[in-house]
């Protein structure tokens, strides 16, 4: 068997506020419970299990692909909820939207601080079988 990526531990300052907020903006079913997490269920069988930390929560980033129509809607749910967006994980280029690979990407911040990102090509411009 192929070692494959099934989850991560985010830890938040909220754990069911921080799960909601991800699900919300990038369109998926509402969280799950398990255990003391709150479970934000991705499209290939991996989750980000969201925790409550103890102390203040460490930045951290986590990037997702995804298909062009999907960046156009969760691109308007950022415009919508005035979030503010980059073009780059610098955060030096401020409401404008990447191009890199030939597709595009681009970045905002969750509640806690973790670095978000969207993109529609991987780095690299390959594409999974």
Excluded: C
């Amino acid at each position: 068997m192929a070692v494959e990526f099934n989850h991560t531990i985010v830890n938040s300052s909220d754990k069911e506020a921080s799960a909601r907020f991800l699900a919300g903006i990038l369109g998926l079913p509402e969280p799950s419970s398990y255990g003391p997490f709150a479970v934000v269920q991705l499209g290939n069988g991996t989750s980000l299990d969201f925790a409550d930390a103890h102390g203040e929560p460490r930045s951290q980033h986590y990037a997702f692909l995804v298909s062009e129509d999907e960046f156009d809607q969760i691109h308007a749910r950022i415009v919508e909820r005035g979030l503010t967006y980059w073009a780059d994980p610098f955060h030096r280029q401020e409401r404008e939207i990447n191009t890199n690979d030939g597709g595009r990407g681009l970045y905002w911040v969750d509640p806690d601080g973790h670095n978000l990102e969207i993109l529609t090509v991987p780095y690299g411009g390959w594409q999974s079988a």
